[in-house]
């Protein structure tokens, strides 16, 4: 019912920016939460930051500060402006979306990745 697609990932050198987009499709009336999730090489997938419909907006400690999760409900679509980056950052950024906090994760819905590099 949902289809998540994600672009703007790519390499950039250590302290630079980068801005991610994921735009929603099909039933987004059900879409309540946004998210973005990363996984790094030989790493678990971790939660990077969460906006709820009310742009109520929360941050893994690692990109607090760096980082800035945002969203355009009349267009579907959830960013992720990261500044500041550094080569820990490096890894494939995925988009997460459900109605429920507490299952998104497991039973949302989720994007095909975009890749984020990040250069000494």
């Known amino acids: 019912q949902v289809q998540l697609v994600e672009s703007g990932g790519g390499l950039v050198q250590a302290g630079g920016s980068l801005r991610l987009s994921c735009v929603a499709s099909?039933?987004?009336?059900?879409?309540?939460?946004m998210g973005w999730y990363r996984q790094a090489q030989g790493k678990q997938r971790e939660l990077v930051a969460r906006i709820s419909s009310s742009a109520y907006a929360t941050y893994v400690e690692s990109v607090k500060g760096r980082f800035t999760i945002s969203r355009d409900n009349a267009k579907n679509l959830v960013y992720l402006q990261m500044n500041s980056l550094k080569p820990e950052d490096t890894a494939v950024y995925y988009c997460n979306a459900g109605p429920n906090i507490a299952t998104m994760y497991s039973m949302g819905y989720w994007g095909n990745g975009t890749l984020v590099t990040v250069s000494s």
């Open positions: 099909g039933s987004t009336f059900s879409i309540l939460h």
